[in-house]
Every structure is written in structure tokens, then in C-alpha cells.
């Protein structure tokens, strides 16, 4: 897992932050990004590029992020 998070880290940055536009909100997305492809990595279809589901995952998790974020405000 070290690997692939080494490998992706920047990709799942930039989607992220192209949906939060604030660097730290998009490291917290980030981050859930990868707990949540390690809690789900049973549903991982091998068929499809690693990055592309981790970007879809990052870009759920950005958008989660926000939603919290808007709660607080």
C-alpha cells in the first residue's frame, strides 16, 4: 500500500484540490482517500487502473469534505 500511495500521492492531491481549492482541505481528502481504498480494498476491481478508482475515491472524498466543511461554517 505504501507503494501505490508513493506512487498516486499526486495525482489524489490535484484531484482534490481541484474540487476544495485550499491545500489543506485537499491533504484531509487525500488522506481519507487512501484509509477508505484500504477499509474497501475487497471491492477493487482489477480490470480497472488503480488510479482511476482512487481518483474517483478522492474526488467523492473532496466533495464529502466540502459538505462537512459548509456544515460548520
Known amino acids: 500500500m505504501a507503494l501505490v500511495v508513493q ?7 490535484r484531484v ?10 485537499a491533504e484531509d481528502a487525500a488522506q481519507a482517500t487512501y ?9 477493487f476491481d482489477p480490470a480497472r487502473r488503480v ?11 473532496a466533495r464529502l469534505t466540502m459538505r462537512r466543511r459548509r456544515r460548520l461554517d
Open 16 to 25: 482534490a484540490w481541484r474540487i476544495t481549492r485550499e491545500h489543506p482541505l
Open 35 to 43: 484509509l477508505e481504498a484500504f477499509r474497501h480494498a475487497h471491492r
Open 51 to 61: 488510479t482511476a478508482w482512487l481518483a474517483g475515491i478522492a474526488a467523492n472524498q
Open 7 to 13: 506512487l498516486t500521492r499526486m495525482k489524489i492531491l
